[in-house]
């Protein structure tokens, strides 16, 4: 079975300063990985993805991961804090193949907060 | 396009009434998903749809059930509500594109309060 674990359920930054936002996962097999963020009040919309190829992945807003292997992480990064980067994040694994195809496994989330 | 819309947005039952939670979405995917998002604890599958004419269990799916009407319609009904069914309900949708993982495109949530 899959499961994901993210470092701190809070995450707090001055504006301007490097956001990391930690996500540890395990599966059976290689995985498809995803970040996802939730504004209050909003659903969840798609950051950015890991399928296959490049292991740093960019996504909108100028997010960042970095899918490794070895250390079943995928890290998500943005090298200069915004105050509109202030949201939940959620870091998210699915199994290629198999019976489990298609669904996402989620972490707890982890609430970004950006001060002045 | 709407993408995926949810109704009602909001709904207060009293323990034991039954409702039906609608979701619909216009980009003619194949697949649609239910989860519940509590506090601290991430979503959670509810039940799923690969496709038009199945469903399956997800991870806690004990007090719903699911109809996939047609393509674009997937609803969510809860029976006989308990408080712990108490959360942010969402809907989602994905293609199911076999040439790589499908994003899953997420409607606004219903946010079901059970007294």
Known sequence: ???VTQLGSHVSVSEGALVL???NYSSSVPPYLFWY????????QLLLKYTTGATLVK??????AEFKKSETSFHL??????MSDAAEYFCAVSEPGGTSYGK????????????? | NAGVTQTPKF????TGQSMTLQCAQDMNHNSMYWYRQDPGMGLRLIYYSASEGTTDKGEVPNGYNVSRLNKREFSLRLESAAPSQ????????????RGSQETQYFGPGTRLLVL
Request: with cysteine; aromatic share 10%; net charge positive.
């Open chain 1, 21 to 23: 936002l930690r996500c």
């Open chain 2, 11 to 14: 709904q207060v039952l009293k």
């Open chain 1, 104 to 116: 996402l496994t989620f972490g707890q989330g982890t609430i970004l907060t950006v001060h002045p």
């Open chain 2, 86 to 97: 108490t959360s942010v309900y969402f809907c989602a949708s994905s293609e199911r594109n």
């Open chain 1, 37 to 44: 963020v939730q504004y209050p009040n909003q659903g969840l």
């Open chain 1, 59 to 64: 996504g909108i807003n100028g997010f960042e």
């Open chain 1, 77 to 82: 990064t943005k090298p200069s804090a915004h």
């Open chain 1, 1 to 3: 079975a899959q499961s």
